[in-house]
Each structure stands twice: as structure tokens, then as C-alpha cells.
């Protein structure tokens, strides 16, 4: 009964193919949502508009 329990418990301690997958999902989600938030911050502002234009939008004269 001792080695059923130790390979038991060995065999709960391997990383198998979906924790591999669940870990490296998760990782690639943080990733994309931290170059996302820095890309959104650190973009430059956009050039102001001219003064002799109706348009709010700074991209549309």
C-alpha cells in the first residue's frame, strides 16, 4: 500500500498535455493583455486639429 500511494501521488505531481495547455492559454492571454494595455498607453497623442474644421474627430479633416 505504501508504493500504490507514492506512485499515486507522483503520478498527480507530472504536468500532463492539458495542464500544459491550460498554463501556456493562460500565459499567451496575460501576454497579449499587457502588450495591448502598454501599446494603448504609450501610443502618442494625436496631432491637434485645426481650428477651421467642423470634424471632432482629429483623424478626419
Do not use: W
Not at 504536468?15 to 500544459?20: C, D
Not at 496631432?47 to 482629429?58: E, F, L, N, V, Y
Request: hydrophobic share 35%; charged share 15%.
Amino acid at each position: 500500500m505504501v508504493t500504490l500511494n507514492s506512485s499515486a501521488s507522483n503520478r498527480s505531481k507530472r504536468p500532463n498535455l492539458e495542464r500544459q495547455a491550460l498554463a501556456f492559454t493562460i500565459g499567451l492571454y496575460l501576454f497579449i493583455c499587457a502588450a495591448l494595455l502598454i501599446v494603448h498607453y504609450g501610443a502618442p497623442e494625436p496631432p491637434p486639429s485645426r481650428s477651421d474644421s467642423s470634424s471632432t474627430s482629429p483623424y478626419n479633416p
